[in-house]
């Protein structure tokens, strides 16, 4: 099994930056595809962005596009989601997943809560 574990979130104002962490344990391969989801309050979660196995090839979803960064490092068996120029339509509970190589998302994380005031 996979354990995630997010971490990073808090209160921050609008204009500020955010890091998240996401940290891997378990049978952890480093093929599997990292992603970042996102719920705000009364909608449905979803896609922020996500990286393959090498860390070359990342995908944002337009609203972050410019403005959050995702990158990982197999070794300490971590992903990041750097945020800047936060928003308050940013406001979210934000999500780690992982999913094999060649299937959909399987294993997440508890989720870490991000609010952006303004």
């Known amino acids: 099994q996979v354990q995630l574990v997010e971490s990073g979130g808090g209160l921050v104002q609008a204009g500020g930056s955010l890091r998240l962490s996401c940290a891997a344990s378990?049978?952890?391969?480093?093929?599997?595809?990292m992603g970042w989801f996102r719920q705000a309050p009364g909608k449905q979660r979803e896609f922020v962005a996500s990286i393959n196995w090498s860390g070359g090839g990342t995908n944002y979803a337009d609203p972050v596009k410019g403005r959050f960064t995702m990158s990982r490092d197999n070794a300490k068996k971590t992903v990041t989601l750097q945020m800047n120029s936060l928003k308050p339509e940013d406001t979210a509970v934000y999500y780690c997943a992982a999913a094999q190589l060649g299937g959909s998302y399987e294993y997440w994380g508890q989720g870490t809560q991000v609010t952006v005031s303004s």
């Open positions: 378990g049978r952890t391969s480093s093929t599997y595809r």
